[in-house]
């Protein structure tokens, strides 16, 4: 059988742990296999009593995630983006571990990595980072959880112009907005981001605990009706029962640009 190379590289000094994605050839994709080696991760992490994760890609990379593995998405009339979706896996371990965890962005963050970015709980990213939210290039109807994701860090304005554009914005424009915690120079974003690991190691973890999940609860109390609920959903079908997601899943296997019919 042939031997699989671990997709990321996890390590523990001084109550930090390290996540470091490690797989260039597919530009670190949030595939099946990625996501459950994070997930294992930070398992281990919350079993060392880690206080404080970094998530990173391998220093100097150009793409730091390319995204949801858009290969492995399902063919029309199934739900790309349900509850055992690994994207949607990897949102709730990141926002249900007990410690803080810091996303060290360095290159370009497309996709589904934009929601796994805004999921963790503080952003240090080099000035040349940009983040592009891309489910509108390949007719993807994003869920709900996953809208809150953004809507719970950006103004809806922001999130909008993300989610309809589809376009890179820059960290440096992000940091302004109070999305991206911090902009660092690439020579100096990997001792920045540890020192603010470091801090926070230093402060009472069960404390810091409590307040990332007091948070969590808050951020996610929406008050919706059952009607509304059943509306959005209705509206997701729509998408991913339509020919323009099929085009759009087609179109990047293909590796060609899509032709969207609207319907």
Same mark, same amino acid.
């Given at each position: 059988?042939?031997?699989?190379?671990?997709?990321?590289?996890?390590?523990i000094?001084d109550a930090v742990?390290?996540?470091t994605?490690n797989?260039e050839?597919?530009?670190?994709?949030?595939?099946?296999?990625?996501?459950?080696?994070?997930?294992?991760?930070?398992?281990?992490?919350?079993?060392?009593?880690?206080?404080c994760?970094?998530?990173r890609?391998?220093?100097?990379?150009?793409?730091?995630s390319?995204?949801?593995?858009?290969?492995?998405?399902?063919?029309?009339?199934?739900?790309?983006?349900?509850?055992?979706?690994?994207?949607?896996?990897l949102? $709730?371990?990141?926002?249900?571990?007990?410690?803080p965890?810091?996303?060290? #962005? /360095?290159?370009?963050?497309? @996709?589904? &990595?934009?929601?796994?970015?805004?999921?963790?709980?503080?952003?240090?990213?080099?000035?040349?980072a940009?983040?592009?939210?891309t489910?509108?290039?390949?007719?993807?109807?994003?869920?709900v959880?996953?809208?809150?994701?953004?809507?719970?860090?950006?103004?809806?304005?922001?999130?909008?112009?993300?989610?309809?554009?589809?376009?890179?914005?820059?960290?440096?424009?992000?940091? $302004?907005?109070?999305i991206?915690?911090?902009?660092?120079?690439a020579?100096? #974003? /990997?001792?920045f981001?540890? @020192?603010? &690991?470091?801090?926070?190691?230093?402060n009472?973890?069960?404390?810091?605990?409590?307040?990332?999940?007091?948070?969590?609860?808050l951020?996610g109390?929406?008050t919706?009706?059952?009607?509304?609920?059943?509306?959005i959903?209705?509206?997701r079908?729509?998408?991913?029962?339509?020919?323009?997601?099929?085009?759009?899943?087609?179109?990047?296997k293909?590796k060609?640009?899509?032709?969207?019919?609207?319907?």
């Amino acid at each position: 059988m042939p031997i699989i190379e671990p997709r990321i590289i996890s390590r523990i000094a001084d109550a930090v742990g390290t996540i470091t994605l490690n797989h260039e050839a597919k530009r670190n994709a949030l595939s099946e296999t990625l996501v459950g080696e994070v997930v294992d991760a930070l398992a281990e992490f919350q079993r060392r009593d880690v206080r404080c994760a970094i998530l990173r890609a391998a220093p100097g990379v150009k793409v730091w995630s390319a995204g949801h593995d858009v290969s492995e998405l399902p063919e029309g009339g199934k739900d790309p983006l349900g509850w055992r979706d690994p994207l949607r896996q990897l949102i $709730r371990e990141l926002e249900n571990f007990p410690a803080p965890v810091i996303a060290l #962005i /360095e290159g370009s963050v497309w @996709g589904g &990595a934009c929601e796994t970015v805004l999921a963790c709980d503080l952003i240090v990213a080099t000035p040349d980072a940009t983040f592009a939210a891309t489910p509108a290039r390949h007719s993807v109807p994003y869920n709900v959880s996953g809208l809150l994701t953004f809507l719970n860090a950006a103004h809806i304005h922001i999130a909008k112009e993300m989610l309809f554009t589809a376009q890179p914005i820059p960290a440096s424009r992000l940091e $302004r907005m109070g999305i991206v915690n911090h902009v660092c120079s690439a020579g100096e #974003i /990997e001792a920045f981001s540890y @020192g603010l &690991a470091r801090t926070i190691t230093q402060n009472a973890p069960l404390s810091i605990s409590v307040m990332k999940e007091q948070l969590r609860i808050l951020a996610g109390a929406h008050t919706m009706s059952p009607q509304d609920f059943e509306r959005i959903q209705g509206l997701r079908r729509v998408v991913y029962n339509s020919s323009d997601y099929n085009e759009g899943i087609s179109a990047f296997k293909a590796k060609r640009k899509p032709v969207f019919r609207g319907h």
